[in-house]
């Protein structure tokens, strides 16, 4: 079974999970609403981000920054001057395309343009007379630098001085707070400040669905440590997040460690890997893991006049810390737990059933009850209401059991529940798993303990 991008993109869409935005009038391009199922689904990948990147790590603490900050962030982190993506208009056809990626397409990926100058894009496109994708004439413009932060203004006065940008990263919140959380948290290095919150950027080429939008969710962490002993947190968390991903049912065939070769490193980093998934149309970062040293510290401490430095309390000595940065988007993980989960089986009466195998943890509905007729549907709903205390379940009585267990497959619930004449007399119910079919009687609250238990992480 292939799993084509338009298989993946219509059952996200046609089971609810995602929406085209701005839908009645037309949509906006490239924005996507989340529906119910798509909120729980992105609300478990949290979690279990949260849960193991924070809770269960004892040097680690979470903050929310807020999305509007001073202007000076952004000059002191260099996105106002930096940030900005190689634009070349076709004088032809008048299409605008990404220089660096006009060059990654046209050689089937096997050249990437990260470190390269503007010139250099430019000679490549002039000298392989790389054609445009629109009209395929060879005649583009020279390169523009486009800055991607989304601009707007604080206040009524719309000039210079109340400009302000929507972040585009959250990952600057983390430095610009980190001698706040020192201190008032007394913590020693080493230490991690993680965030989960929306970034912005006004994307030239966004698409291929929720993969790359102008507004996502990041979740991302900056570890402090002693300028050394990121040799060591480097790799330590480069392995931590693919278990992470692994861990929730991730198939690893998809999914590879790719390292930035010296000349794509941005130059304040000393190693940066991509963790890479195999999306339906080839393979894309989904998690950067990079060691950005003492770059960003040192640059608020200058650009704020602020002392960035921590005293050592084993050593006395005073030192701006290095920095590793495991930085990942939800909407990528969502896309990527997706795909993965696809699936479609052809039964043995012939019948085709599309099942979404996600991880329990991750699975919207945990479990659905179904009253196998009618007048089961009192003692159901009780039972509906004191599962839904504990987890987020379903209750379906339209239609035939058949059909509501394939309306449970299609979104993933591994857990259905059939109410039916023996549970009015001994208070047991049967449970039908999404993965086997395979079905077991057993008591309400032994129900509860296995889909608790199934959903422990
Ligand atoms: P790309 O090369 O795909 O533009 P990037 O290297 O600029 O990504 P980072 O700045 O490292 O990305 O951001 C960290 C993570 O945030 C990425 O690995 C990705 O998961 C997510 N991300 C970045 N840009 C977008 C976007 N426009 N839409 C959705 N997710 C994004």
Redesign the pocket.
């Known amino acids: 079974m292939e799993k084509t991008f338009e298989k993946i993109v219509s059952h996200a869409k046609n089971t609810g999970f995602v929406f085209q935005g701005s839908e009645i009038y037309g949509g906006l391009s490239n924005t996507w609403d989340f529906g119910p199922y798509g909120v729980s689904l992105k609300d478990n990948i949290k979690r279990a981000w949260q849960k193991k990147f924070i809770q269960e790590d004892p040097n680690n603490v979470e903050i929310q920054a807020a999305i509007l900050m001073n202007p000076k962030v952004w000059e002191a982190s260099g996105h106002l001057k930096g940030f900005s993506d190689p634009l070349m208009d076709c004088r032809n056809c008048k299409t605008r395309h990404r220089a660096d990626q006009l060059i990654e397409a046209y050689t089937e990926g096997k050249v990437t343009c990260e470190g390269w100058s503007k010139e250099e894009m430019e000679n490549y496109i002039r000298e392989n007379k790389i054609p445009c994708p629109d009209c395929g004439k060879h005649d583009f413009t020279p390169i523009r630098q486009f800055n991607l932060m989304f601009k707007t203004f604080q206040g009524t006065l719309e000039d210079a001085k109340s400009t302000i940008y929507l972040r ?2 959250t ?1 600057q919140g983390m430095f610009v707070d980190f001698k706040s959380v020192q201190r008032a948290y007394r913590k020693k290095l080493p230490f991690g400040i993680g965030q989960i919150g929306k ?1 912005f ?1 006004n ?1 030239i080429t ?1 698409g291929n669905f ?9 979740m ?1 962490m900056e570890f402090f440590c002693k300028p050394g002993t990121d040799d060591d947190w480097f790799p330590y968390w480069r392995k931590f997040c693919m278990d992470w991903i692994l861990s929730l049912g991730g198939n690893p065939e998809n999914l590879r460690f790719r390292d930035h070769t010296p000349e794509e490193l941005s130059f304040y980093s000393k190693g940066t890997t ?2 890479e998934y195999k999306f339906p149309w080839g393979w ?5 893991i ?1 060691d950005r040293t003492d770059y960003d510290l040192t640059q608020h401490q200058n650009t704020s006049g602020v002392s960035m430095e921590y005293l050592d309390p084993y050593t006395n000595e005073k030192y701006i810390p290095y920095v590793v940065e495991p ?7 969502f896309f990527m737990f997706f795909t993965d989960a696809y699936d479609e089986e052809t039964l043995e009466n012939g019948d085709v059933r599309v099942v979404m195998h996600f991880h329990p943890v991750l699975a919207p509905v945990k479990a659905a009850v179904l009253p196998l007729r009618k007048k089961h549907g009192e003692i159901a709903e009780k039972i509906r209401h004191e599962l839904s205390i504990d987890f987020n379940v379903a209750y379906d009585e339209a239609g035939s059991i058949g059909k509501r267990y394939r309306r449970m497959d299609e979104i993933g619930t591994p857990f259905c529940i059939t109410v039916d004449d023996q549970t009015e007399q001994d208070g047991t119910v049967t449970i039908r798993y999404r993965d086997t079919m395979a079905q077991e009687r057993m008591t309400v609250e032994e129900v509860r303990a296995k889909i608790a238990q199934e959903i422990r992480f």
């Open positions: 585009p990263e990952a970034s950027r994307e966004p929720i993969f790359r939008t102008r507004e996502f969710q990041q991302e991509d963790i894309g970062e989904l998690w950067g990079a930085a990942v988007g939800v909407e990528r993980l």
